[in-house]
């Protein structure tokens, strides 16, 4: 190929490869499949490696994560990034419509209702269309350029759709799974977690590493421009806002204008109410006068707008005593401490537990058994202990220290190098086979329906199981003789076990709960070696070779097959009839080739009585369907539940084929 005929592709690549971005990092609507996706961006990469002089910084290939910083620059904002007066109740809220309604002398006010993301302020510089330089807000004047890292954020475009130069500001954040899931990580591996979704974004982007940071899923809402930037032909937020979007930035959808203080109240009790079904956490709502030209008759003061407020959520904190603290051996051997407290209502629901992570975090914050301290929630994430009210103290309370001994079995604790947590490192250990039973019935592994923990517990304490592969070798009759199973429960059981026989070989694998294989490793070591013999005979070399797998998987992966115990256990589980095959996109058109679904592009919409959305995609993909998340011509069934809106009208504009529910099951059966 010439370096011409390169050139033309690149462009090509690069052009689909940004729209196709556009559509799922920021309007999280995909229109092609991850699998077509990745192929894509496979194929520029080849290329830009054969002709390095063709890669330039606002390629998609460069959303991996350039080299390391020694330190971050210092960089001074174009306009000064301001903070937000905060108001906490009506009454703060009506005095700061009072305010705005005199500034406004008469004429009607507009305001613009935004949610408060709980993340870290982000100011962003395009030229000519190019992002260029992005910073945190620092003091407001100075801030820390951490370009590399932004860079990595796949909602945030590295060029626009305009070739303009501007300054924009908004909050990245991390979103509660992704949260969740760096915590679990971390506690895997023994090292200390963060407290909440922003101390994990802040500590995120400002770490010297882009790949680190290209790892976590952090996102980005925009809410605003620089002070300077074309307020000349934008006369209002909302224009504004709506303009950002139109040059391809992320903003929140969620935001609403309206017409008075009375309009804002609702919008905050609205959100209040519903802000743990948001993927992401808020801390309260931003109310911002929506014409520029009021905003500019009211002015700032040194640090905040004068035409905009902070409405703060009351805080989900509540004082407690703290009875006990019980040692966990989790599944991989860490031993984690759990406060067990005096029940308390918190955010709407009774909280008697909390994490208390680690030995270090107990004496950092100076906690005792007996203490009365303050619990704080944050939406649905664990509780957590985030101080001591030591003026409570009688005396009485006692030191606490941990264990140096496993409680399970008895063997002494370790610390290994470079970890914070203490480790059970007994293999036989029960405490860590009971957790593994536990976590390989769960919803995201194996997904046994009637074997939820307490089951898990029951069968493991009567001796009935004690690896998990004994769970496929059940009697019904020992099972009836189990308290609180009846013939019914038995019989679902059973059931559910048998129907896990024939799931894809990634539930497995997730399910051996093998160290730093979480659900999406075990997806792409099962979508690539696709059985679980080829996996076992796969080198930490081979492994390594496959894209998104580093050094310290491949080596866990490799170990823990080495273990006989670890082979004897795949054995009875094929002897047993489980299935250790992936069963995804690679095989489909071999395997069930002539499935009804088979090689179709399938969208589902609206609400499933059946099953949830993702089941069924799930089902479909296994007989070779492809989902995707919106219509377009290429769809060729829209399977519509209840409530079918946008996507329903579409498909019917498009004339694209429209399944209901029952016609879907049906087809499913063919
Ligand atoms: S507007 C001049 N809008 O809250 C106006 N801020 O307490 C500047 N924040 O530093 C801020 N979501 O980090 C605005 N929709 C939103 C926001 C938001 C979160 C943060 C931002 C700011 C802090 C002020």
């Not at 963060?194 to 400002?206: D, E």
């Not at 007994?426 to 769960?442: D, Y």
């Not at 019914?488 to 896990?500: A, F, G, I, M, N």
Request: include cysteine; charge should be negative; charged fraction near 30%.
């Amino acid at each position: 190929m010439t370096i011409e005929q390169a050139r033309e592709q690149v462009a090509t690549l690069r052009q689909q490869l940004e729209e196709y971005g556009y559509q799922y990092y920021v309007l999280d609507q995909p229109v092609v499949s991850d699998a077509e996706y990745d192929q894509l961006m496979q194929q520029l990469i080849k290329l830009e490696q054969e002709f390095p002089e063709l890669v330039s910084l606002d390629s998609p290939t460069q959303k991996v994560g350039g080299e390391p910083l020694p330190f971050f620059e210092k960089v001074e904002h174009l306009s000064p990034m301001l903070s937000l007066g905060n108001a906490f109740n009506e009454e703060d809220l009506r005095e700061f419509d009072e305010r705005v309604q005199k500034a406004a002398a008469g004429e009607p006010v507009r305001y613009v209702c935004e949610l408060k993301i709980d993340g870290l302020a982000i100011s962003l510089r395009y030229v000519d269309g190019l992002f260029t330089l992005g910073a945190t807000r620092g003091d407001g004047t100075t801030g820390e350029d951490i370009t590399s890292n932004l860079r990595t954020i796949r909602s945030i475009p590295l060029r626009l759709k305009e070739p303009i130069s501007l300054e924009v500001r908004g909050e990245a954040f991390l979103p509660k799974k992704e949260f969740q899931r760096i915590n679990e990580a971390k506690e895997a591996n023994g090292e200390p977690l963060f407290a909440n979704p922003r101390n994990a974004a802040a500590g995120s982007l400002r770490q010297l590493d882009p790949k680190l940071a290209a790892k976590r899923a952090l996102d980005i809402f925009l809410y605003g421009l620089g002070e300077e930037d074309l307020q000349d032909t934008i006369e209002s937020h909302t224009e504004g806002l709506n303009y950002l979007q139109q040059i391809g930035l992320k903003i929140n959808p969620e935001r609403r204008t309206v017409n008075s203080i009375e309009e804002v109240m609702e919008y905050i009790a609205y959100w209040q109410e519903n802000r743990p079904n948001l993927g992401y956490e808020i801390d309260g709502i931003v109310i911002k006068v929506d014409d520029f030209a009021l905003r500019r008759k009211m002015g700032t003061t040194i640090k905040v707008p004068r035409w905009a407020i902070a409405y703060k959520f009351p805080a989900e904190e509540a004082v407690t005593k703290l009875i006990d603290i019980e040692i966990r051996v989790g599944r991989t051997g860490a031993v984690t401490p759990t406060a067990i407290l005096e029940p308390v209502q918190l955010a709407g629901t009774t909280v008697q537990r909390a994490s208390l992570h680690n030995e270090d975090i107990i004496r950092e914050k100076g906690i005792k058994l007996g203490d009365y301290v303050v619990v704080h929630k944050a939406g649905d994430i664990i509780p957590e202990i985030v101080a001591v009210k030591s003026e409570k103290r009688t005396g009485e309370e006692r030191d606490f220290h941990m264990p140096t001994h496993c409680p399970a079995c008895e063997r002494e604790l370790v610390r290994l190098e470079g970890e914070v947590a203490l480790r059970c490192i007994n293999p036989s250990c029960p405490a860590q086979s009971r957790e593994a039973i536990i976590h390989f019935v769960s919803r995201g592994a194996m997904n046994i329906e009637g074997l939820g923990e307490k089951v898990a517990i029951q069968l493991f304490d009567e001796g009935l199981v004690k690896n998990v592969a004994d769970l496929y070798y059940l009697q019904r009759d020992q099972l009836l003789q189990l308290e609180r199973m009846g013939q019914k429960s038995v019989d679902k059981l059973l059931e559910s076990l048998e129907k896990s026989k024939s799931n894809s070989l990634e539930r497995v694998l997730f399910g051996l709960g093998i160290r730093f294989v979480g659900s999406k490793g075990a997806k792409i070591l099962a979508s690539h070696l696709e059985t679980i013999d080829r996996l076992m005979e796969a080198t930490e070399e081979d492994l390594v070779s496959l894209e998104e797998i580093g050094p310290k998987m491949a080596q866990s992966v490799v170990a823990y097959f080495e273990q006989s115990e670890a082979r004897q256990l795949i054995e009875r589980l094929r002897k047993a009839g489980v299935n250790l095959t992936y069963l995804g996109a690679k095989k489909k058109s071999e395997q069930i080739g002539d499935h009804f679904f088979a090689g179709k592009t399938v969208v589902l919409t609206g609400t499933l009585h059946t099953m949830s959305r993702k089941e069924a995609a799930e089902k479909l993909e296994v007989v070779g369907a492809e989902v995707t998340g919106s219509v377009s011509k290429n769809t060729d069934y829209l399977i519509a539940g209840e409530k079918a809106g946008s996507k329903l009208t579409k498909a019917e504009k498009l004339g694209v084929s429209v399944l209901t529910e029952e016609e879907f099951l049906e087809k499913m059966q063919v």
